[in-house]
């Protein structure tokens, strides 16, 4: 049986990407999203951007979808692309920056977590704290 996020993972989770926040002095938003792509836990750190809030949120939402990093998808959805136009597609958007990672447990997809408010590379580094914390 694959072990699911209970609520006291994912908020260590936050917690852990909150202290990387802080390290790289990077505002952002952070979410985890469960296996069914419903939010288990968010935080919006202060001074963080407006637009991170939906961002952060669906890049996780990729990440599950896609069940892989977000923004590996990036080159694909170019035009020309053999997926350009996938981010308008269905009534959730696809988020295809880095900062979206999946949850992995025996080899399964079971959530995800995502990152909004800086460059890719902190996106990436405080989502990569937030999957640490989980594992």
Request: cysteine-free.
């Amino acid at each position: 049986m694959v072990r699911i996020i209970t609520h006291e993972e994912a908020l260590n989770a936050i917690a852990a990407g909150a202290a990387k926040v802080r390290e790289i002095k990077q505002p952002s938003s952070l979410a985890i999203v469960d296996l069914g792509g419903n939010l288990l836990a968010f935080l919006r750190v202060d001074d963080a951007a407006l637009s991170t809030v939906q961002i952060a949120q669906n890049k996780a939402w990729t990440a599950l979808a896609l069940r892989s990093p977000s923004g590996q998808w990036m080159e694909a959805v170019q035009p020309n692309g053999p997926l350009y136009g996938l981010e308008a597609v269905g009534a959730r958007p696809f988020v295809v920056f880095g900062g979206g990672l999946p949850i992995i447990r025996d080899g399964k997809v079971v959530g995800a977590v995502g990152v909004s408010g800086g460059p890719v590379d902190d996106d990436l580094a405080i989502a990569e704290a937030m999957l640490a914390a989980l594992s």
